[in-house]
């Protein structure tokens, strides 16, 4: 805790750090992609980590989410399992996002 003054204190508070299933090196939680199982079962991007259900994250590089999807690292993580549809679907979802992501941070 810092002590700006006798009469008012400001709590810093760490950022909260999670590990990369593709890569499995830690980094900040809001530098990586958030990948949840939903109540029904099934598996979807969570671009705003605030979805509910068990998540898994990913690094926004191509390499970590073709590691992490093809290796069952994910379905592991989740306690979940995917079907050949489905990984295709994340894999090409994943693509487009960070097509997204290097776009918005190249402008």
């Keep these: 805790m810092r002590i700006i003054s006798r009469t008012q204190a400001v709590s810093t508070k760490p950022a909260p750090w999670r590990t990369c299933l593709g890569c499995r090196q830690i980094k ?27 998540g898994a994250y990913i690094c926004p590089d191509p390499d970590c989410w073709e590691k992490a999807l093809n290796n069952k690292q994910l379905e592991h993580t989740l306690r979940s399992s995917l079907s050949k549809d489905k990984r295709e679907q994340l894999i090409k979802s994943g693509k487009d996002l960070l097509k997204e992501l290097t776009g918005a941070k190249s402008q």
Excluded: H, P, S, Y
């Design 28 to 54: 900040a939680k809001r530098e990586m992609i958030r990948l949840v199982r939903t109540r029904g079962g099934g598996i979807e991007i969570d671009t705003a980590g605030k979805k509910e259900g068990r």
